[in-house]
T-cell receptor
Framework: AQRVTQPEKLLSVFKGAPVELKCNYS??????LFWYVQYSRQRLQLLLR??SRESIKGFTADLNKGETSFHLKKPFAQEEDSAMYYC??????????FGQGTELSVKP | GAVVSQHPSWVICKSGTSVKIECRSL??????MFWYRQFPKQSLMLMAT?????????EQGVEKDKFLINHASLTLSTLTVTSAHPEDSSFYIC?????????????FGPGTRLTVT
């Protein structure tokens, strides 16, 4: 089965605290994994993808095939990071399979 | 950057009527467009994949006769909800993949809020 699981619906942290948004996947092939972000009243946009191994807005994510995880991390959260975050897997058919999403709330 | 627009941004219609939603890629050509449905505070569920010049492929459980998709050009795909009912009320989002896009790069529209009364 092809599935993406984000176990936390809501994650609330204080500004400056580290953040980790969890993502686990189930996929028989070699996965292409992404993190998308949706700020309030804005469209979904790509945050980062595992293949490029980049850091965007201080966020990083490492693909761990052994644990089938692709957790999103940031060492020091900012208030402007508050948003919905979706982990997604692209299958061989080119379709994106989204996780349920995690709402990140960064308090001042 | 690549921009995808949707029209209308919101629509209210009466039960039994049909509604058409447009998805346009404004500054690039899109060979493939996707249609998603999103319920409040929930994830995006892929409804169908639309390829320019060919029939759309629908995900399991999506009624193709109810959700008609047309991808007549490289910059336009339309979703028509036929004989709409209140349970069709939702947020519909399209995305587009550019012809020469990096693997997996999809650009999302702002969404269309459909309310069926």
């Amino acid at each position: 089965a092809q599935r993406v699981t984000q176990p936390e619906k809501l994650l609330s942290v204080f500004k400056g605290a580290p953040v980790e948004l969890k993502c686990n996947y189930s996929y028989s092939g070699s996965p292409e994994l992404f993190w998308y972000v949706q700020y309030s009243r804005q469209r979904l946009q790509l945050l980062l993808r595992h293949i490029s191994r980049e850091s965007i807005k201080g966020f990083t994510a490492d693909l761990n095939k052994g644990e089938t995880s692709f957790h999103l991390k940031k060492p020091f959260a900012q208030e402007e990071d508050s948003a919905m975050y979706y982990c997604a897997l692209e299958n061989q058919g080119g379709k994106l399979i989204f996780g349920q999403g995690t709402e990140l709330s960064v308090k001042p | 950057g690549a921009v995808v627009s949707q029209h209308p941004s919101w629509v209210i219609c009466k039960s039994g009527t049909s509604v058409k939603i447009e998805c346009r890629s404004l500054d690039f050509q899109a060979t493939t467009m996707f249609w998603y449905r999103q319920f409040p505070k929930q994830s995006l569920m892929l409804m169908a994949t639309s390829n320019e010049g060919s029939k759309a492929t629908y995900e399991q459980g999506v009624e193709k006769d109810k959700f008609l998709i047309n991808h007549a050009s490289l910059t336009l795909s339309t979703l028509t909800v036929t004989s709409a009912h209140p349970e069709d009320s939702s947020f519909y989002i399209c995305s587009a993949r550019a012809q020469a896009a990096d693997f997996g790069e999809q650009y999302f529209g702002p969404g269309t809020r459909l309310t069926v009364t």
